[in-house]
């Protein structure tokens, strides 16, 4: 599908880069661990450097210093664990430190400054690995030793950045990084509640995020106004639609599921501020979902006979059958909870 891919240098990097997380979530030791991140980091800036476009250059350089600089922070507060693990005082704070270095690995607040610029430089294939195979080492290594109420406080504030950050802007890339920030918060919840849920709420990302950026990419859309002008297929209109929707968690589509799981558990536990805030993050967040698909069903865009869009019908098959898994999400759903 996503035919750049498929030449043998990057396809040896992308092989690389799945075996270095491999090797950080098996890693036995920190140092291990550290080993696999900086592999993970010199396999992905090869992936996203391209020598004709000087956006993705720049993002290659700003993602290279900010991920070199969490792995030097990282490589020091593990050293630094091993002379003072006895102290549980430094203890406390030296698990606050490597949680944020793990952290600004994966591009949540308060480091997420870097993120939605380096997407910005990025292909839409691109932006799907850094939006979901990236965050994997940093969050399963933050599982191994995680801070709770530093954690809470993170989570709280995500969702809360994730959802304001995007209400400002045009580009699509953007929208999607401050999506994927929000949803992280969501994410870190199910750190605290169990493993399954968190591999369980990943996949379920993964899909979500992975049917947008191959829509865009095929559409070959980078900004908001390019939705004005699009002679689209009304079915892959319906597919955008119900997508967006999914992503932003609205009840009938798949994407609530998992986000009822940890509504249920965070209400069972009496944590209702934390449920107040992110469901009202959740609003926020399909305002702009559907500001988007507002603008590409109800605009009176130019209609021009040579204007067309062409994909195909394999393609828009392969959409549309996504797009039906992805509104199943009641019938899944009632399975699993009666």
Avoid: D
Avoid at 142 to 167: C, E, H, R, V
Avoid at 208 to 216: N, T
Avoid at 280 to 293: E, K, T, V
């Amino acid at each position: 599908m996503f035919l750049t891919i498929f030449n043998s240098n990057k396809m040896f990097f992308l092989f690389i880069l799945f075996f270095s997380t491999l090797i950080s979530i098996s890693a036995n030791s920190w140092f291990g661990c550290w080993i696999g991140l900086e592999i993970n980091l010199l396999s992905f800036i090869p992936l996203i450097s391209n020598s004709n476009n000087l956006l993705a250059s720049e993002a290659s350089l700003k993602y290279f210093l900010t991920q070199s600089i969490a792995s030097i922070n990282f490589l020091f507060f593990i050293l630094f664990n091993i002379f003072f693990m006895k102290n549980f005082e430094m203890n406390n704070l030296i698990s606050i430190m490597i949680n944020s270095t793990l952290l600004m690995k994966m591009g949540s607040v308060p480091f997420h400054f870097w993120f939605p610029n380096i997407v910005e430089g990025l292909s839409w294939f691109n932006c799907f690995i850094l939006m979901t195979w990236q965050k994997i080492t940093p969050m399963i290594l933050l599982s191994y030793y995680f801070n709770k109420n530093f954690l809470i406080l993170i989570m709280i504030m995500n969702t809360m950045i994730g959802a304001i950050g995007g209400l400002n802007q045009t580009s699509l890339r953007k929208l999607m990084a401050f999506s994927s920030i929000n949803n992280l918060g969501w994410m870190l919840a199910t750190i605290l509640i169990s493993e399954n849920l968190w591999m369980f709420y990943l996949l379920m990302y993964s899909f979500l995020i992975s049917i947008m950026c191959i829509s865009f990419y095929l559409l070959n859309m980078y900004f908001i106004n390019q939705l004005f002008l699009l002679n689209m297929n009304p079915m892959i209109k319906i597919s955008l639609l119900i997508n967006f929707l999914s992503l932003g968690g609205l009840p009938p589509f798949i994407g609530f599921f998992p986000k009822w799981m940890i509504i249920n558990f965070l209400i069972m536990n009496k944590i209702y501020l934390m449920t107040f805030i992110f469901i009202m993050m959740s609003l926020i967040m399909l305002f702009f979902y559907i500001r988007i698909i507002y603008s590409s069903f109800m605009f009176n865009y130019l209609k021009m006979k040579w204007f067309k869009i062409y994909i195909k019908n394999n393609i828009i098959f392969f959409i549309n059958m996504l797009c039906f898994i992805s509104s199943l999400g009641l019938i899944f759903s009632t399975f699993f909870f009666y």
